[in-house]
């Protein structure tokens, strides 16, 4: 072989090598583009405050058509309604003169009614139960006073008259504030039953003054019905058999707004499985790439209002829920410096043993952890209509950030995404 020869052969390797290179660096800023539209501050974290789940609805389809995707009959949205409530736009406390960031320092529990005006404080432990041998002989009147505790030190028995107090407020107290000596706090969007009859707050421990003695609240509650949302689905039509399903899942909704200042970003939980659908979906549309089966990409809305948008589907589903073959539902995976777990193992343990086979046949990942049964995500509506179902997520102590204004895109490491990524591409492929 001739030196110019030679010297094409290392230059055409070395362009092959940096065209693999820059087309892989490319995909992880698309996945990075994708989680960053959807945490963003126009996505209005993604809930029931300023249309933010119908933006991201939007926006994802519009990613599915221009990733060529085909829509079933009627679109890429199923649409639907749902009852929630929301605090969009007062949400205020002070403590002893001193301002709380809402989000960060507190939080409201979902289902608190609205409230304004300054109150007592007065702070409570298991000793309250004992002095008073219960606080039901209280004499005086609560009614413009919060009683504040931190329930992981009510222990036993005094733990149930902890429950007892907070479920039925036998004192007839103005609120409960709730303490945690977390470094950090999270919300829920999920509520259950009526309005409560008295707010329930739960601030940082490290955010109080010094002898709190007072607090100061204003909290506005709205309550919207028939709210209409939409899941965002879109398939690729199988080589061979047409009537057999593949499904992907992963939820794109998070916990919007507490208030009109702080939103809830969600790049975790779960713009990183969404994008990792929406990667996924630009992969196997690829002619080289497809499948003999039909593959499915579904984003659920209403996750986080209690799998609204998964439990939807199943009672309305696009083709019969008999010819899915398997569902792989995918929620926070950006982390993975400590592998993945995958949920509902016990109940599929042959779907279980192949992707452990796989890791360690390639050494993707340092672990497959192994979770039983557990209704923690939407995998779980299909699980229970005889689908096979299993939930995956990433582990990691790198990154803990969780329904929390701290879940940025820009924070979000995604340590082990793209090993993640080809993990589950050879399982699919497996299937």
Not at 238 to 264: K, Q
Not at 344 to 371: C, G, H, S, T, W
Request: aromatic share 12%; hydrophobic share 40%.
């Amino acid at each position: 072989m001739t030196s110019a020869s030679n010297r094409f052969t290392v230059n055409l390797i070395f362009a092959l090598l940096l065209t693999f290179h820059v087309s892989s660096a490319q995909d992880v800023n698309n996945v990075k583009r994708i989680i960053g539209t959807l945490a963003s501050p126009g996505m209005y974290g993604r809930g029931y405050v300023n249309n933010g789940s119908p933006v991201a609805a939007n926006f994802l389809a519009s990613e599915m058509e221009r990733i060529g995707l085909k829509s079933f009959p009627g679109g890429f949205k199923q649409d639907f309604n749902v009852d929630v409530r929301t605090y969009p736009t007062k949400v205020v406390m002070s403590v002893n003169g001193k301002n709380l960031k809402p989000g960060y320092e507190f939080t409201v529990f979902t289902g608190s009614p609205s409230i304004k005006g300054a109150f007592k404080l007065i702070k409570i432990d298991s000793s309250s139960f004992m002095r008073n041998g219960s606080l039901k002989k209280m004499k005086k009147d609560l009614t413009s006073t919060f009683i504040c505790y931190d329930p992981s030190l009510m222990k036993g028995k005094f733990k149930k008259m902890a429950d007892s107090l907070l479920k039925n407020n036998f004192t007839n107290c103005a609120g409960f504030i709730h303490l945690s000596t977390k470094q950090s706090i999270t919300w829920s969007v999920m509520s259950r039953g009526d309005i409560l009859r008295y707010p329930v707050f739960t601030v940082l421990t490290s955010a109080l003054p010094p002898l709190s003695n007072e607090v100061t609240v204003e909290v506005e509650l709205k309550q919207l019905n028939n709210y209409k949302i939409s899941n965002v689905i879109g398939y690729i039509p199988g080589t061979i058999v047409p009537d057999s399903f593949i499904v992907v899942t992963a939820h794109y909704d998070h916990i919007g707004m507490m208030g009109s200042e702080v939103y809830f970003p969600g790049a975790n939980d779960n713009a990183s499985g969404t994008a990792m659908i929406l990667d996924l979906a630009k992969h196997y549309m690829a002619d080289t790439n497809k499948l003999a089966c039909n593959i499915v990409f579904m984003a659920f809305a209403g996750e986080e209002i209690g799998l609204k948008g998964s439990e939807y589907y199943v009672e309305h589903p696009l083709f019969p829920l008999k010819n899915i073959k398997f569902l792989l539902n995918l929620d926070m995976v950006g982390t993975g410096s400590e592998g993945i777990t995958m949920v509902n193992a016990d109940q599929f343990p042959a779907y279980y043993n192949l992707m452990v086979k796989i890791n360690a046949d390639n050494e993707y990942l340092m672990k497959v952890a192994k979770r039983g049964e557990s209704c923690n995500s939407d995998h779980c509506p299909f699980y229970k209509k005889g689908v096979p179902a299993v939930f995956i997520y990433s582990n990691g102590k790198e990154y803990l950030e969780y329904h929390n204004p701290n879940d940025k895109a820009e924070n979000l490491p995604l340590t082990e995404y793209s090993d993640i990524f080809r993990l589950i591409r050879d399982y699919i492929n497996s299937l």
